[in-house]
């Protein structure tokens, strides 16, 4: 017996925008062809880790002027894990995404997608989920990392419960990991208590009833400073690349092999793109656009010729004056074509974005 | 059937010769890549590609950089060939 949980249903007109006039230079609307929504979703199998040292508030308060009776009247913790110096979030959600899967019964070859909520992953690029992915044995998943602290794990489910129902994948393996040792100032008396390590994973997938509630989810910007980094990585900067510091660091700046990107950009991305065209059940015919991840004018160039891209299809040339913004890059592109009339509103856009991870994905879209 | 070094040196021409519009006969032996073919590390991947599907090899990211001159990728492809 399970609850009846209840979802959302959209009231009469809901979601529903009346259309103003056709912007000039707009085209003829062509039927994209996607997955037939709405199926149910459930959390089959839930898994834990908990590194194996155990820290008492004795360790603690060596470092802060408290003791083992005020923490633990202020917060009730008494012990805490903290994960070994070596070992990172990838390293601990491996365990837990193992239990996860082998409780919901699912192989690594049925996860289609890979999100993992962490803010303690200590790499800004890239992401952990695909490191984690590719551990597990999971083929070429959708994987990425989401930031939203301590509310990540229940976004990520929200996000995955979406993605089931809407027929995007069938199961979704769902991490909120923390390695908060390493961001904790244990001089801090504020907070060198509060925080431990640790990894807990969830496979969300298709259910013949549901089994994830709406969510009700929201922010407050204005009071983004009450829990926060001290400092931005980048107030580190002149300390760190300061030649005269014996112990200094360099600064981790984002580095690139390009011969090997380029590979994988041209030659495993042409057939991806293809597919998505393929995919929204259109061809490369019908394209009004091609609007590629402003990487390299070489990759997309390449890429074209890889493809065989009609030569009546316009391509995203951004580059040339806005350089590689990385997230950026497609829709300041795109907005670029409309606005110069180079691509029509209404019109089919291919676009792909690739990158660090490696990552990527691409979709057809209608043009605004 | 394996090609002979010279099948496959005539091939590779062709193959550069369509990346960069250089003769084939320049493309010989004892020619380097980038010093004597004046061709950069993308387009270099570009004819490592294209070199893989038309001689059925594979070469890894990590060996085109062995690949100085004319004479390594013949070789590589002659002693990888299926």
């Given amino acids: 017996m399970t609850d009846d949980l209840s979802t959302p249903t959209a009231p009469d007109g809901a979601g529903t925008v009346t259309p ?41 308060v060596q470092f802060i002027d408290s003791s083992d009776e005020w923490i633990q009247q202020r917060s009730g913790i008494v ?12 390293d601990m959600s491996e365990p837990a995404a193992r239990q996860a899967m082998a409780q919901a019964g699912v192989s690594p070859e049925q996860i289609g997608v890979v999100i993992m909520a962490t803010v303690s992953h200590p790499y ?51 991490l909120g990991v923390e390695k908060l040792s390493d961001f904790t100032d244990k001089y801090d008396r504020g907070s060198a208590f509060i925080f431990g390590d640790g990894a807990g994973a969830a496979v969300v997938g298709v259910s013949d009833y549901p089994g994830i509630g709406p969510t009700l989810w929201g922010s407050l910007g204005d009071k983004a400073d009450v829990i926060t980094q001290r400092e931005a990585w980048t107030d580190l900067r002149p300390q760190m690349e300061d030649p005269g510091r014996e112990d200094g660091i360099p600064w981790p700046s984002f ?11 041209v030659f495993s991305m042409a057939p991806v793109a293809v597919e ?19 990487a390299n004018m070489r990759i997309t160039d390449a890429m074209i010729k890889a493809l065989g891209l009609p030569e009546h299809v316009p391509v995203a040339r951004d580059i040339a004056e806005t350089g590689n913004t990385s997230a950026a890059s497609i829709p300041l592109a795109m907005s670029r074509m409309l606005d110069e009339g180079e691509a029509p509103h209404g019109g089919v856009a291919l676009q792909i974005g690739f990158g660090a991870g490696l990552v990527y994905a691409a979709q057809v879209v209608l043009m605004p | 059937m394996a090609l002979s070094e010279q099948e ?71 002693s990888n060939q299926g």
């Fill in chain 1, 276 to 294: 998505a065209v393929r995919a929204a059940g259109l061809t490369p015919d019908d394209l009004d656009a091609f609007v590629p991840h402003q």
């Fill in chain 2, 8 to 78: 496959i040196l005539e091939g590779l021409a062709e193959i550069v010769n369509e990346e960069t519009g250089l003769e084939p006969e320049e493309v010989q032996m004892d020619k380097s890549f980038t010093e004597d073919l004046d061709i950069d590390s993308l387009s270099m991947m570009t004819i490592v590609v294209n070199a893989e599907d038309k001689f059925g090899v594979r070469i890894p990211d990590d060996e085109v950089k062995n690949l100085t001159h004319v004479r390594d990728a013949v070789t590589y492809i002659a």
């Fill in chain 1, 20 to 60: 103003g006039p056709a912007p000039a230079g707009s085209t003829e609307r062509k039927e994209l062809t996607v997955p037939q929504g709405m199926r149910h979703a459930r959390i089959h199998g839930l898994g834990g880790y908990r590194p194996e040292r155990v820290v008492t508030n004795e360790e603690i």
């Fill in chain 1, 255 to 265: 580095v690139m092999q390009g011969q090997a990107v380029f590979r994988w950009a």
């Fill in chain 1, 124 to 174: 800004q690029t890239p992401a952990a989920a695909p490191m984690l992915a590719h551990r597990l044995g999971i083929p070429n998943p959708a994987a990425f990392d989401i930031s939203a602290a301590c509310a990540g794990y229940c976004h990520a489910i929200s996000l995955a419960n979406d993605m089931v129902r809407a027929g995007t994948t069938d199961y979704v393996l769902v």
């Fill in chain 1, 79 to 90: 012990t805490r894990r903290f994960a070994r110096e070596d070992e990172t979030v990838i």
